[in-house]
């Protein structure tokens, strides 16, 4: 006759439904206290490939200017009258510093200068509609090209009048520490002349122009396809399109005529291409309708934005570095997009 001691062990062969829930709370407990610091270190990661990737383009612009003696053009107008919107393509500053990004073979294909953004499209849609991960910020889950059908001005029409969506990028250069501006500022104190950044329509800005040093004025900056649950389409890469003002998201102010009295050329789609330190980084966009803030630069990062400066460094600026639109570079936000202020930056 067996012990029953030994009969009560051997029938035990499982958990008790107390243990098994005990169990499921502290793995489910585990989870909560892990996941998190998986997420952030995720997060961590692709902020330190964002940085990498402005790194690389703030070289890029330096080895185009070591061998140009000018940082290239924000947008090329090639046309005898630029002061006209014609719904053409032109090409944008990221095309120039291709080839030093390891990508002439990209440059070479889309011959820009010779040809048009709306001649490459037709020939080469390939290539202006490709994947180039040095543009793109890890934390965006932009989509690879521009939604034609929400934003007729991100969009190149080929030869055959078809709208095909250029390349979305996260980086756009800084054109302004006011509103975004086809011309060159004849008075930097306030922005209302033109641009007061190093990037504009046929610009040729050379070290020596900024005035204000290089470790105080910002190159290039992050923008988000969407933030807050609203559309801001980040950028368009390698060139730009003239808005013609259709589609929900293309800018209807001012008209072709204000624009070019004003110079805010809106309409030759430079919001696609630059950006201004005019509001600070992150705004809160209208939950409908167009207004400046759709220039500002913004990211997916927590509490703000990655630059790279005109010495190559690159910043995190946060959402909370002081900025006003009173018209006046009075900022610390509008020092850093203005190459010849004049100011003392400061620390942020």
């Given at each position: 006759?067996?012990?029953?001691?030994?009969?009560?062990?051997?029938?035990?062969?499982?958990?008790?439904?107390?243990?098994?829930?005990?169990?499921?709370?502290?793995?489910?407990?585990?989870?909560?206290?892990?996941?998190?610091?998986?997420?952030?270190?995720?997060?961590?990661?692709?902020?330190?490939?964002?940085?990498?990737?402005?790194?690389?383009?703030?070289?890029?612009?330096?080895?185009?200017?070591?061998?140009?003696?000018?940082?290239?053009?924000?947008?090329?107008?090639?046309?005898?009258?630029?002061?006209?919107?014609?719904?053409?393509?032109?090409?944008?500053?990221?095309?120039?510093?291709?080839?030093?990004?390891?990508?002439?073979?990209?440059?070479?294909?889309?011959?820009?200068?010779?040809?048009?953004?709306?001649?490459?499209?037709?020939?080469?849609?390939?290539?202006?509609?490709?994947?180039?991960?040095?543009?793109?910020?890890?934390?965006?889950?932009?989509?690879?090209?521009?939604?034609?059908?929400?934003?007729?001005?991100?969009?190149?029409?080929?030869?055959?009048?078809?709208?095909?969506?250029?390349s979305v990028t996260n980086y756009l250069a800084?054109?302004?520490?006011?509103?975004?501006?086809?011309?060159?500022?004849?008075?930097?104190?306030?922005?209302?002349?033109?641009?007061?950044?190093?990037?504009?329509?046929?610009?040729?800005?050379?070290?020596?122009?900024?005035?204000?040093?290089?470790?105080?004025?910002?190159?290039?900056?992050?923008?988000?396809?969407?933030?807050?649950?609203?559309?801001?389409?980040?950028?368009?890469?390698?060139?730009?399109?003239?808005?013609?003002?259709?589609?929900?998201?293309?800018?209807?102010?001012?008209?072709?005529?204000?624009?070019?009295?004003?110079?805010?050329?809106?309409?030759?789609?430079?919001?696609?291409?630059?950006?201004?330190?005019?509001?600070?980084?992150?705004?809160?966009?209208?939950?409908?309708?167009?207004?400046?803030?759709?220039?500002?630069?913004?990211?997916?990062?927590?509490?703000?934005?990655?630059?790279?400066?005109?010495?190559?460094?690159?910043?995190?600026?946060?959402?909370?570095?002081?900025?006003?639109?009173?018209?006046?570079?009075?900022?610390?936000?509008?020092?850093?997009?203005?190459?010849?202020?004049?100011?003392?930056?400061?620390?942020?």
């Amino acid at each position: 006759m067996k012990s029953l001691s030994h009969t009560i062990g051997k029938n035990r062969t499982g958990f008790t439904l107390i243990e098994l829930l005990v169990v499921i709370a502290i793995i489910a407990t585990l989870v909560a206290i892990l996941l998190p610091a998986v997420q952030q270190a995720r997060e961590a990661a692709r902020r330190s490939t964002c940085k990498n990737n402005l790194k690389q383009l703030g070289i890029a612009i330096h080895n185009y200017h070591d061998t140009h003696s000018v940082f290239p053009p924000g947008y090329v107008d090639i046309r005898p009258n630029p002061g006209i919107a014609d719904n053409q393509g032109y090409w944008a500053w990221s095309v120039f510093i291709m080839p030093f990004m390891e990508q002439s073979a990209v440059y070479d294909s889309l011959n820009a200068g010779p040809r048009t953004a709306t001649q490459a499209m037709t020939s080469h849609q390939s290539v202006l509609q490709g994947s180039y991960p040095s543009f793109r910020c890890p934390s965006d889950t932009a989509p690879q090209t521009q939604d034609v059908n929400n934003c007729a001005g991100c969009a190149i029409v080929n030869t055959a009048g078809t709208n095909l969506g250029l390349s979305v990028t996260n980086y756009l250069a800084v054109n302004s520490s006011a509103l975004v501006r086809y011309n060159k500022a004849t008075n930097y104190s306030d922005g209302t002349s033109g641009a007061t950044g190093l990037f504009f329509q046929n610009s040729s800005i050379r070290f020596r122009d900024v005035t204000d040093g290089l470790s105080n004025t910002a190159l290039i900056g992050e923008r988000a396809y969407v933030r807050n649950g609203r559309r801001n389409l980040a950028g368009d890469l390698f060139a730009t399109r003239d808005r013609d003002g259709n589609g929900p998201d293309s800018r209807t102010w001012p008209d072709a005529a204000t624009a070019v009295a004003t110079g805010h050329f809106y309409d030759q789609g430079l919001v696609r291409i630059f950006g201004s330190t005019l509001d600070a980084v992150n705004p809160v966009l209208p939950t409908s309708g167009q207004n400046d803030r759709f220039h500002a630069f913004s990211s997916m990062h927590d509490g703000g934005a990655q630059f790279v400066l005109c010495d190559g460094s690159v910043r995190f600026v946060s959402e909370n570095l002081h900025a006003n639109t009173s018209g006046q570079t009075d900022t610390l936000m509008e020092y850093l997009g203005n190459i010849a202020d004049g100011q003392v930056m400061g620390e942020f």
